[in-house]
């Protein structure tokens, strides 16, 4: 079909256009150049998907373009730059990707982070204050992360049973602990392998839990979603065991178990670097009065040296060698499953 001088190939069965590079900006505006879909107009990475170039080129980049009320998805060919849409996306592009510009230019003035402020919440403001922990501006999953939703499961039910142990059998409570949780002494005296993994479904107490929930809850489910199921419970366990293992080795004479899901997590942090390094989080630190927008690359490296440097101050109760050790197993496998990843897409 023909639109003014602008010639477009469209789908008679779906209704989605595909449009050859600059037809589409041609035909409805500057807003449907990717050029112009920087800092807020794409909260998300482009990602690697299917469909394929319709001219032959393989996959293409899919594109996530993101207001707070609505959101449409393009798929541009990185090879020609021509661009895919769907009917209904086809429809609301533009105003999706100019909605998404007025809200980044409100949120970066003195009044759109006091409104920042109001839609995070004063309880989550105070949550993020201590912990230093993010929340994403907007990163939304297509698919239900199941395998996330097991582990926040699993981990909330079994620290329930530890709290009722402890309530009711403190003894019993304490020898769960020192079964399951790494020794590094036994650990290198060939005892307690499986302690590898079992740590990481154990917890010290609520505020662990509730930190660990949160953070696994934030980035694993765009992980578990890009990486799939079967890929995501071999990066979580992996990363386990990475993290307990450079744990043991900093602490080798150490009788003290050493429990906690973060090593874990902090590989899917990891994952979430090699795959997601553009996604914006909201950021609340002691130094400022409202929350402020970082890449996730500069936040997870910033909380990654946090943790080297409180590590050589002697900081202790918290084994910050086991999540560097899970971070360094979560990119290694990020970068080694990326390419995997890609074509399984494509």
Known sequence: M?????????????????????????????????????????????????????VGHGGMWRYAIMAEADAADVYACGTCRGMWLEAKDAQKLV????????????????????AAAQRIGVARYVFQFLTLLPSEVWHPVRKRPVVVYSLLASLTA??????FLKSTAPDRAEAIILQFGVISRELFAGYGLG?????????AGVLHLLGNLYTLHIFGDNVEERLGRTRFVLLYL??????AVLYAAMERG??????GASGAIFGVMGAYLVFFPRVKFWVVLFFAPYPFRISAVWYLLAFSALQIVLYLRHARGVAFMAHIGGLLVGVLLGFLWRSRVRESAS
């Open 158 to 163: 079994i620290f329930a049973y530890q709290f």
């Open 238 to 243: 992996l990363s386990a065991i990475g993290g």
């Open 2 to 54: 023909r639109a003014g001088t602008v010639e477009i190939d469209q789908c008679r069965q779906c209704g989605g256009a595909f449009f050859d590079a600059g037809e589409a900006a041609a035909l409805m505006g500057p807003e449907a150049d990717p050029a112009s879909w920087s800092g807020g107009a794409v909260v998300t990475a482009p990602t690697f998907a299917s469909p394929g170039c319709p």
């Open 254 to 259: 150490s009788l003290h178990p050493m429990i």
């Open 195 to 203: 302690t590898l993994v079992t740590h990481a479904f154990l917890h």
């Open 95 to 114: 105003a999706v990707v100019r909605g998404a510009q007025r809200q980044q230019s409100v949120d970066l003035s003195p009044q759109g982070e006091s």
